[in-house]
């Protein structure tokens, strides 16, 4: 198995004059990449780095992140990017956690800096985009020798993620070179990427969604980076870079849907879209694909533990599930992808039958080392050589996964097990519902209760006797939420995956 920089090595030799990154105004091919990427390796090294060290990024998605990254791989350090949309003492803590040796800040976040937890990382600190304090990226950059590759094995560690905390404290997940290497593989097949595709992260480069990018790098693919979303300036970079392929969460697909003059841009070039990070409305899976009428549409399915995917709906489920107006397979997240074993589990490990619910396990080489620093984290959810992703799921007889739950976010009220995605997508069937999140409660008769909590598209008149009375004959009636609560946004992720726990936290002394 090779490492990452055997592969970055071989892809610049073989693509070496290709227009690889776009940024602003410049470009870059290949070759200047990795001459980059080897200066960048030098900084580290001048900064007393070695093999094993980490370094931490806290910066938008741009060209000198990739190259940051990259460094870290060509050079055996171990960069750590991390959410810039963290308080002070949230990125203080993973900083400490994964013992970070300097911090690589861009200029517009270098005020988080003031912070009093995190001023001590002042004296360690390089800026990208300014020269504050004398330590300027691009100077110590140009000055920088070029570090030679250090030889890494497939399992040292990559790069260190931290979860999103959905469902408790962040952990720092290590991936390896053989996990990255071996899903952009795994993938790749179903994908179809070209030499000519123009791949666009809009992921946050924290997040391990943008690890699909590895797919387009080894086919020598060219990479346009999306510093801040916005609907209108996802329409805009598609129509002016012609992008051919990204990866964006329902919640930003939605919102470009919903641009007044959506129809007035040329999206013609994209022909390939990967939906994942939360399920997405079968009404709105419609929607996106009579908008994007050119559009090969993917959902994929994983975590940050398996770098990421461990499945794929592909375009030709989607295609022949519209065909034969079969909609519930529009539901499923897919089949696993080549080389990933995925099993549904009871309480006690045990396999169960199709059809029936339990926990998703899966094993492939694309399933991560372990969680920093966290031993029995690791030990409880790596267990006889399969990783227990915490979902609850069944698979069918044509080895499809349907998604049902969370295990923490399954509420169960007066004994019966409810599966709160279930009832969303109910929910999602309303005219008048833009977005939905369904949780539980304490409840003193029935243990929890159903809440719904609802964003109401733009200018509908909507009441919670119409949310009830929609519910009714469509699902059990202990099913139907008994409270509902109107907002204005649902707090989510940077990738737009709803944060369930912060909503139980502020509902759930509401019932």
Known sequence: MATLPDMLRSISHQHHDKIAFWEAENHYSYGQFLERVQSAAGILANMGLGPGDRFAIVAPNRFETAILIYAGYWSGTVPVPLNFRLAPPEICFMLDDCNAKCLFIDDSFAALLNDEKLKTWKDTTIFIGSDKEGRSYETMLANADKAPEFHSNPDDDAIILYTGGTTGRSKGVRLSHRNIISDALQCAPILGPRRDDIYLHAAPMFHSADLLGTVWILFGAGHVYMPTFSPVGLLEIIERCNITFTMLPPTMIIMALQVSDFHNYELSSLRGLIYGASPMAVEWIKKTIDAFPSVELYQGYGLTETSPLLTILSWQTHHEALEKNNHERLKSCGHPIPGVELRIVNDNDQEVLPGNAGEVVARGPNVMEGYLNLENDTAEVLRNGWFHTGDVGQIDTDGLLYLLDRKKDMVISGGENIYTSEVEATLYKHPSVQEVAVIGIPDEKFG???????????????TED???????????????PRHIQFVDAIPKSALGKILKTELRKEFSDKA
Not at 451 to 458: C, F, K, N, Q
Not at 466 to 480: L, T
């Open 466 to 480: 119409d949310i009830i009375q929609h519910c009714r004959g469509k699902i059990g009636g202990y099913k139907i």
């Open 448 to 462: 929890e209760a159903l809440m719904a909590v609802i964003v109401a598209l733009p200018d509908a008149s909507i």
